[in-house]
């Protein structure tokens, strides 16, 4: 089993949709989660970061973690073509505090 | 500024030979990351630099794959005697100290394909 776990699509939605990815994770040691964001033949760049179970928001994105179940999610409200790329979830740990990563959504937002 | 840079973009080879993937971390970060990303395994840590500090090697695949970092800058990622598995894009990323909470930068990597 991996560490992280991540809904695998591809999923494709109309421009406007609401979108929800997500994650599970099993390691307990986790305690900070990421979403990466990567453009076909680009490197990934983060998105959004959180450490606290709850909400976190910004502007068309929010992110959720529930560490009672291992649950990450990313929602993105008012998707654009523009947001059409693919979505990693990660967190930091091991020994050199390297990122874990999900395998990716991809994501496309049809115009 | 100026982000993270791999050279080159794009690697063919043939295999058994050797390779070597440059990265140009982000000026001012002591720490370096190599990852690879490939169909079946998704984004896997490789190797990471902090400082002067001796090398987190617990990722690399085999004793084929090293890498080296040179005067806390430029890290070069060398492969030995490269086979077909070894296709993949090699990421490299930097952080300003490498704590939890940094954000990693990553470069747009280097797409290897060993014929």
């Known amino acids: 089993q991996k560490e992280v776990e991540q809904d695998p699509g591809p999923l494709s939605v109309p421009e406007g949709a609401i979108v929800s990815l997500n994650c599970t994770y099993s390691n307990s040691a986790f305690q900070y989660f990421m979403w990466y964001r990567q453009y076909s033949r680009k490197g990934p760049e983060l998105l959004m970061y959180?450490?606290?179970?709850g909400n976190k928001e910004d502007g068309r994105f929010t992110a959720q973690v529930d560490k009672s179940s291992k649950y990450i999610s990313l929602f993105i409200r008012d998707s654009q073509p523009s947001d059409s790329a693919t979505y990693l979830c990660?967190?930091?740990?091991?020994?050199?505090?390297?990122?874990?990563f999900g395998s990716g959504t991809q994501l496309t937002v049809l115009p | 500024g100026a982000g993270v840079s791999q050279s080159p973009s794009n690697k063919v080879t043939e295999k058994g030979k050797d390779v070597e993937l440059r990265c140009d971390p982000i000026?001012?970060?002591?720490?370096l990351y190599w990852y690879r990303q490939s169909l079946g395994q998704g984004l896997e840590f490789l190797i990471y630099f902090q400082g002067n500090s001796a090398p987190d090697k617990s990722g690399l695949p085999s004793d084929r794959f090293s890498a080296e970092r040179t005067g806390g800058s430029v890290s070069t990622l060398t492969i030995q005697r490269t086979q077909q598995e070894d296709s993949a894009v090699y990421l490299c990323a930097s952080s300003l100290t490498g704590r939890d909470t940094d954000t990693q930068y990553f470069g747009p990597g280097t797409r290897l394909t060993v014929l």
């Open positions: 959180t450490y606290s179970s």
């Open positions: 000026s001012g970060h002591t720490a």
């Open positions: 990660a967190s930091p740990g091991g020994s050199a505090r390297q990122l874990t």
